[in-house]
């Protein structure tokens, strides 16, 4: 029998999530000799034995894999047989440079562990900082690659004799686990006052903890990427309380319950829902609240939706059986955990921090001492109920910096990202790295994240940037830093239209490199005519970035500019005196409480008076909803919106027209019909539940008909789908519906949110192809 040789160079993934242990006992199973090493590049592997033996050993490697590995690229060459070889064994790690390593995202507490802290014999019995190579900590922790315990902030906690052996034994499920750590050597919590007085410590802090909240206070609570608000999520006084001391008067707040189970009796969940909830992700899934759920209405007030999600770290699992025995079998354990920070500000990261900026509004503060080296707050989705795929509203914890794959390879471009919902986006080769939610860039201490963030990508991913690319909007505060970083650095910058960058973030997290139509559906962004765009349908070439605008909605004004975004009846009032209604009407939903402003908008519009035009398609929503009376003024972003698909009545069939009018060029979608309709039925008495499911259907058949229209002409058929509005979820059900029962091929996003979210990625993969074009 004849005995071969191979080469296995594998990269990705790969680097401290247990798979060289994997390889090792892998090779053993198939009576295989050898070695396994890390390099630079990632992980090389000798294997020697007969064709069939490595035959199946690299079939088992590709899909055996533990569960936080994940291989890029796989490749072998042949080696002449090494005589007389036995056994396998895992070398030192090959020094060298450049490095192809992807340190995985954090990910939730394993079976393995959990069963170890649920046995009292075990050393690490309820031990709220338990981890091994298939679960823990690691992009929150680490500092820069190599990803070894000095770059981390484990590197303050010498391992003790145990733990030293199982790092040490390629057998044990700790073998180089970074993290590892046990109550002997490893961090610890405390509970203290507002004032940072120790209350206790250890085991009792948690204990503790859970009786407080019991009664109803508020606890700030450190957890891997941030601090936590925390309360009893079924005690509407302390719900209350707790959004008055945020001032978040009305914006959802997520909960945290201890399993499936318990997420099942507060919401109706579907099968993909709880794989995705139960994930090693383990994101805030909105899903449909159960009828009768025990929850403060304070919780999500505007909505059917709840936000849940199930303990990620041990320290929650030990905090949730805390709270189960404190309060008591007839009380369900669901605590609100959302992120600690004021409105607007980025979420807390140090003890000192959180003391500080926290202390107005937490009772109590659960802390530790293992170091958060970079923030990165929950990620918030939901499921899409056709594909059963993710549909991200912030995409950050569990997520980054696991990299959406390009179709191709490039030099390395940076997208800075817009204003709001920033991220932003650093390529390598064709990887690109989109960062975790940073928030928005409208303070100083956002934008010393986005700093932060920056330098922690490009630490870990070992690359800098040849290319800056933001958004056109000259007021953006990532407009001067771009031209900052270009300065300091010497790199060439350029800025690219917003909605245009929403189309290319579709369009490459898709890999299509064909041009494609774009429908932008989205909030506001600068247009290339200084108007504000947002419901735009777009003609993108990815490879040649050819750019044109073919049609947008029918253009209205927005009196008092930002106070229109704000208070969405005066959308209406601008909208309807577009209709040719100038003076106000008694019977309008607004003129009870504002009727001084009301009296005073026509003299606005009138004149022009800062009123700038848009074509939003938010701005749309808005109008619409204030129109119905639904919402004349919003506490948190996309409130109008949300209200006014709630209220949709599903058993009207009928759409609104929302004809093309092809006059000129670009193109005018006539979304303004669909007011004057939405007007008709409302004057005639029709239910605000009929008329928003008119308006839905309406737009939806208006966008399909218009890219038909364009597809048919330039001989296009994908069609890329993006901005904020696709979160709406009939639109991102019933749009791709609509464009495929007309022949069309939706592109949507399932990697990144629709929402400015996907900004920077766009952004980035435009540098990229502009440098390899030579266009800059
Ligand atoms: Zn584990
Ligand atoms: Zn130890
Ligand atoms: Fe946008």
């Known amino acids: ?84 070889e036995t056994g396998f064994s895992i070398a030192e790690s090959a020094p060298g440079r450049g490095h192809n390593v992807l340190i995985s995202p954090d990910a939730a507490t394993c079976p393995d562990c959990l069963a ?89 802090a948690l204990g503790l903890l859970a009786r407080e909240l019991a009664a109803g206070k508020i606890a700030a609570i450190k957890g891997l990427g941030g601090f936590h608000l925390s309360c009893d999520a079924a005690d509407a006084r302390a719900t209350a309380e707790l959004r008055r001391r ?45 009828p009768g759920a025990a929850l403060s209405p304070d919780v999500a007030p505007d909505t059917d939706f709840v936000g849940l999600m199930l303990p990620y770290t041990p320290l929650h699992h030990v905090l949730l059986r805390r709270c189960a025995e404190a309060f008591g079998p007839d009380r369900a354990t669901a605590l609100v955990m959302t992120s600690g920070n004021r409105s607007s500000e980025p979420i807390c990261l140090g003890n000192r921090e959180a003391l500080r900026r926290l202390g107005h509004i937490a009772d109590v503060f659960l802390l530790h001492n293992r170091d958060i080296l970079v923030r990165t707050d929950d990620s918030v989705l939901r499921v899409h109920p056709d594909t059963g795929l993710p549909l991200f509203l912030r995409r950050a914890r569990g997520f980054t910096p696991a990299p959406v794959f390009l179709a191709q390879d490039g030099p390395t471009a940076l997208g800075l990202g817009p204003e709001l919902k920033c991220s932003l986006c650093l390529t390598k080769g064709p990887a690109a790295f989109v960062s975790q939610h940073i928030g928005d860039m409208e303070n100083l201490e956002t934008m010393d994240f986005h700093r932060e963030v920056l330098a922690h990508l490009e630490d870990v991913l070992q690359v800098r940037p040849e290319i800056v690319v933001h958004d056109l909007h000259p007021d953006y505060m990532t407009t001067p830093l771009a031209a900052e970083l270009a300065a300091q650095r010497g790199l060439p910058r ?26 932008a559906l989205d909030g506001t962004g600068y247009g290339l005519d200084g108007t504000i765009w947002g419901g735009e349908c777009l003609f993108v070439d990815p490879l040649e970035l050819d750019h044109q605008r073919l049609a947008h909605f029918t253009p209205f004004r927005l009196p008092g500019g ?175 519906q609509a464009l495929a029962g007309r022949g069309l091929v939706p592109l949507v996003h399932t990697q990144v949110p629709p929402n400015d979210g996907c900004i920077s990625l766009g952004q980035a993969v435009y540098g990229q192809r502009l440098l390899e074009l030579g266009k800059i």
């Not at 630079?40 to 690299?58: C, I, S």
């Not at 093309?660 to 005639?684: C, E, M, S, Y």
């Not at 008329?691 to 038909?708: E, M, T």
């Not at 994908?718 to 791709?736: D, I, K």
Request: charged fraction near 20%.
């Open 1 to 84: 029998m004849s005995i071969l040789r191979q080469r296995l160079t594998v990269s990705g993934q790969v680097q401290g999530v247990g798979f060289r242990p994997f390889v090792f006992r892998l090779a053993a199973a198939h009576a295989l000799s050898g070695l396994v090493r890390n390099t630079p590049q990632g992980v090389a592997v000798e294997v020697q034995g007969t064709w069939e033996a490595l035959e199946a050993f690299v079939l088992d490697l590709r899909e055996k894999l533990p569960p936080l590995a994940r291989i890029v690229t796989l490749t072998a060459e042949d080696l002449p047989p090494v005589p007389d």
């Open 116 to 204: 170890e802290m649920n046995d009292p014999a075990d050393r690490r019995f309820e031990y709220p900082f338990t981890n091994c190579t298939n679960c823990g900590p690691r992009w929150t922790i680490t500092r820069a690659i190599p990803y070894d315990r000095p770059v981390t902030s484990m590197a303050c906690f010498p391992m003790c004799p145990e733990c030293e052996r199982e790092y040490h034994d390629p057998a044990d499920r700790r073998f180089h686990a970074q993290p590892n750590a046990c109550p002997v050597c490893g961090p610890k919590v405390w509970l203290t006052d507002r004032d940072g007085a120790p209350l206790a410590e250890g085991p009792e």
């Open 246 to 290: 945020k001032q978040r008067p009305a914006k959802p707040l997520a909960v945290m319950v201890p399993d499936l189970d318990a997420a099942r009796r507060l919401a109706l969940v579907s099968p993909a829902e709880e794989g995705i909830l139960a994930g090693v992700e383990r994101p805030i899934v909105l899903l449909a609240k159960a």
């Open 494 to 519: 350029t800025a690219l239209q917003h909605h245009f960058a929403h189309i290319h973030a579709a369009l490459a997290e898709n890999r299509h490199q064909e041009p494609a139509l774009g429908l």
């Open 562 to 736: 930002e106070a229109a975004v704000r208070e969405p009846w005066r959308i209406a009032q601008s909208l309807l005196w577009d209709l040719g209604l100038r003076e106000p009407e008694a019977w309008w939903p607004w003129r009870r409480d504002r009727a001084q402003a009301s009296d005073f908008l026509p003299q606005v519009l009138e004149r022009g008076l800062n009123s700038p035009v848009t074509t939003s398609c938010g701005r749309l929503f808005d109008g619409v909803s204030a129109l119905l009376g639904l919402c004349p003024v919003i506490s948190y972003e996309g409130q109008a919106a949300i209200l006014l698909e709630k209220a949709q009545d599903m058993a009207e069939t009928r759409a609104y027209p929302c004809p093309l009018r092809t006059g000129g060029d670009p193109a005018v979608l006539d979304t303004l019909a669909l007011f004057r309709h939405a007007l008709d039925d409302l004057r005639q008495g029709a239910p605000a539940g009929v008329i928003a499911r008119r308006f839905h259907l309406g737009l939806v058949q208006g966008l399909a008909d218009l890219a038909a229209a364009f597809g048919h002409v330039l001989g296009i058929a994908h069609v890329a789908l993006s901005g904020g509005v696709m979160q709406n979820l009939t639109l991102a059900r019933e749009l791709p």
